[in-house]
């Protein structure tokens, strides 16, 4: 990787002086070594069949919740803690919006599609009401308190493994690149649309 270019490329400049300029050296030993080109190592994402293989396999006492918060993951590429900070409030039916507050306290407005609201509709109609410590707060924990990232990341990933990706790479951020994929792919979305949706300061991250 780049740790090793930056050492190569000091060796090469030292081989250099001694055959150069202080002809120590017939010749560079490391002439015909490249430096070769640092890989950026994509991030992985999950196919349409994938993500649609992760919510078929969804089993909780919490079906309706987990099922709600992988959906919202997968159509609207959120951050894990854009996701557990999601108010009752934020989310607007009649024009199928949701409110995020995203880095550095920001506001955006994700367009929530029927599979969103459906899901939405039916944890709603589920999600506690009695013993919630936090009324506000969308996503219940079992303790009647917010949903901790820890917790929605334990989560993810126990259903990833479960349809074989769990491990490397496979992630709460690889749903929401998943998500930027997905649009990408399927709905020929415009890559500064996309910028909008997943709330990235320049469209370099986009990319």
Known sequence: GKARARKLSALKGFF??????????????TEGISLGSPKKALPKYLTAAESIDLLKNIQSDFYERDF?????FLNCGMRLSELVSINMSDVIH???TLRIVGKGSKER?????????????GYVRVRPKDDVK???????????????????????????????????????????????????????????VLQDILGHENLGTTE
């Not at 709600?68 to 919202?72: K, N, Q, R, V």
């Not at 407005?109 to 509709?121: E, F, R």
């Not at 074989?164 to 929401?176: D, E, F, I, M, N």
């Open 16 to 29: 250099s002086y001694l055959v150069t300029q202080v002809n120590k050296l017939q010749e560079n030993p």
């Open 68 to 72: 709600c918060m992988i959906t919202l």
């Open 94 to 96: 009649n024009n199928s």
């Open 109 to 121: 407005i994700v367009y929530l599609n029927d599979a969103c609201l459906a899901s939405i509709d």
């Open 134 to 192: 936090d009324k506000n707060a969308l996503f219940i924990s079992n303790r009647g308190t917010r949903i901790s990232p820890k917790t929605l990341q334990a989560m993810v990933n126990k259903y990833l493994t479960k349809i074989g990706l769990g491990g490397a790479g496979y992630s709460v951020h690889k749903l929401r690149h998943t998500a930027a994929t997905l649009m990408y792919q399927y709905g020929k979305v415009d890559i500064r």
